[in-house]
Every structure is written in structure tokens, then in C-alpha cells.
């Protein structure tokens, strides 16, 4: 069965370092998305892409990146974790523009 | 100033009453989602609208364009009904996401 998966789940880090999630879906969508949910924010967009070699910023893109060489996968780097960037990241994926995301189960970050 | 507003942010029933959770919207959308996330965090997507009215067993989902609000009903409400649910609209490249209504269904 096609499924999205996130690693890790669970992430400890301190302050300064380089921090990459990790998302792979094998719906073979084109679309995917990585987002943070906090108490009191919900769900906000971090950065999403239409298809390979594209990315695009989201709400709170500042303190990430992220890189689509292949259909499959939209690795998030924190390019040096801040103690605001503890979080539960979610990536989802979708198979056109305005249709149903499949969520990733999470993975919880945090930065000490 | 939130583009999508939810209502109730809490909501407690019992079992088998019939549930209303309301969402309004102040952007123009694509579409809205409704999305429920469990207690152990995953989110599944439950409806997308962009017109009219949806039904999944229990679930009823409703969106009026013109007065720019959504409502998500469940019928004959059960305890593993409990859970956040999130109302979302997608206006072309962007997503707005309300903040979730918890919704604990007793026994």
C-alpha cells in the first residue's frame, strides 16, 4: 500500500546544530508539504513543492529549507536549530492542487 | 487576525447526541478541508469541499460560498469520535489552517 512516512519520530537536539526530517511518500504525488503545530498556532505551512526542483516558501519558512531532487521525497533542513523551532513537524503530500493531503505520523522535535 | 475561525474551540457530548462544529473564513478559497487528528497526533483528511454538501457514514460536511462558512456534523456521535478537528481552506498557493475544535465524546 502507498503510504507517507517521516524520520525520525522523536528528535533531541541543542541549539546550533544542523537538523534534516525526513519525508518520503510512495503515492507518487507531486505535491508535498511540510508543516509545524504548535499550541495555539495549529498547523502552519513551513515550505512546500509542486513537483521536482521546485520549492516554495510558506508562512514560516525562516530557519528552514528544503530540496526536492526526486518525486518521492522533501527532506526539511533547520540550518541551525533554535530553541523556537521545538515543534511536531508533519509532511503531507497531495496529487494536484487543491485535493486531499496525506499526512505523515510526525515526527517531534526538540531543540534544548 | 485569523484568515479561518472555528467554533466551539472545546466541545464535550454524550454519546449519540448530534454534533455541529462550525468554520468561517475571511479569504477567498480553492477549497476547505476538514481534517481530524487523534490523541496519538495522526491527521487523516475527512472531507475536501468546494461547493455544496459531502457525506461519509456518520459525518456530514457543508460549505456555503457566499456567507464564507463550512459546518461539520456528526450524527449519532460515538467516544472514538474523539478527537481535534481541524478546518482548513486552500486559496490558490496558500493554506490557512484554523486552530482546531477538541470535541470529547463520553460514554
Known amino acids: 500500500d502507498a503510504e507517507i512516512t517521516q524520520s525520525p519520530r522523536h528528535k533531541i537536539t541543542e541549539t546550533g546544530r544542523q537538523v534534516t526530517l525526513a519525508c518520503h511518500q510512495t503515492?507518487?504525488?507531486?505535491?508535498m508539504f511540510w508543516y509545524r503545530q504548535d499550541l495555539g498556532h495549529g498547523l502552519r505551512l513551513i515550505h512546500y513543492?509542486?513537483?521536482?526542483?521546485?520549492?516554495n516558501k510558506g508562512e514560516v519558512s525562516d530557519g528552514y529549507s528544503v530540496s526536492r531532487s526526486n518525486t518521492e521525497d522533501l527532506p526539511l533542513t533547520l540550518e541551525s536549530a533554535a530553541s523556537s523551532q521545538t515543534s511536531v513537524y508533519f509532511c503531507?503530500?497531495?496529487?494536484?492542487?487543491?485535493?486531499?493531503?496525506?499526512f505523515g505520523p510526525g515526527t517531534r522535535l526538540t531543540v534544548l | 487576525k485569523n484568515e479561518v475561525e472555528q467554533s466551539p474551540q472545546n466541545l464535550t457530548a454524550q454519546e449519540g447526541e448530534f454534533i455541529t462544529i462550525n468554520c468561517s473564513y475571511s479569504v477567498g478559497i480553492s477549497a476547505l478541508h476538514w481534517l481530524q487528528q487523534h490523541p496519538g497526533g495522526g491527521i487523516v483528511s475527512l472531507f475536501m469541499l468546494s461547493s455544496g454538501k459531502k457525506k461519509h457514514g456518520r459525518l456530514i460536511a457543508t460549505i456555503n460560498i457566499q456567507e464564507k462558512h463550512s459546518s461539520l456534523h456528526i450524527t449519532a456521535s460515538h467516544p472514538r469520535d474523539s478527537a481535534v478537528y481541524i478546518c482548513a481552506v486552500h486559496n490558490f498557493n496558500k493554506f490557512y489552517f484554523g486552530s482546531g475544535t477538541k470535541l470529547n465524546v463520553k460514554p
Open positions: 503531507a503530500s497531495s496529487d494536484g492542487g487543491v485535493n486531499e493531503q496525506f
Open positions: 513543492s509542486y513537483g521536482v526542483q521546485d520549492t
Open positions: 503515492w507518487n504525488h507531486n505535491n
